[in-house]
């Protein structure tokens, strides 16, 4: 079976930053893309970045410059570095794989939740 695990969330002050981890367990499966998508209290998920399985990155215009997204194939496991982070980034964040098993589909994490405090 497969499962995705988040680490890396917390509190944090305006301005400063945190690093999140996903990793996938398992075996015999092989990842596509993955992203980071999160979801704010009374606000729908939005994603906040995605990777190819190549490298190939996409982010949100409202974290352009401040959020990288990065992985590790090796490891089956995924980063996104936030840095310069603003109390509107306060959300749970999930990770997103998708996995090939035979047949693909779309694995979630369990959420990380993310406060940065004014």
């Known amino acids: 079976q497969v499962q995705l695990v988040e680490s890396g969330g917390g509190l944090v002050q305006a301005g400063g930053s945190l690093r999140l981890s996903c990793a996938a367990s398992?075996?015999?499966?092989?990842?596509?893309?993955m992203g980071w998508y999160r979801q704010a209290p009374g606000k729908q998920r939005e994603l906040v970045a995605e990777?190819?399985?190549?490298?190939?990155?996409n982010y949100a215009d409202s974290v352009k410059g401040r959020f990288t997204i990065s992985r590790d194939n090796a490891r089956n496991t995924m980063y996104l570095q936030m840095n310069s982070l603003k109390p509107e980034d306060t959300a749970v964040y999930y990770c997103?794989?998708?996995?090939?098993?035979?047949?693909?589909?779309?694995?979630w994490g369990q959420g990380t939740q993310v406060t940065v405090s004014s």
């Open positions: 990777i190819t399985s190549g490298g190939s990155t």
């Open positions: 398992g075996s015999g499966f092989s990842i596509n893309a």
């Open positions: 997103k794989a998708d996995i090939t098993r035979g047949t693909t589909f779309r694995y």
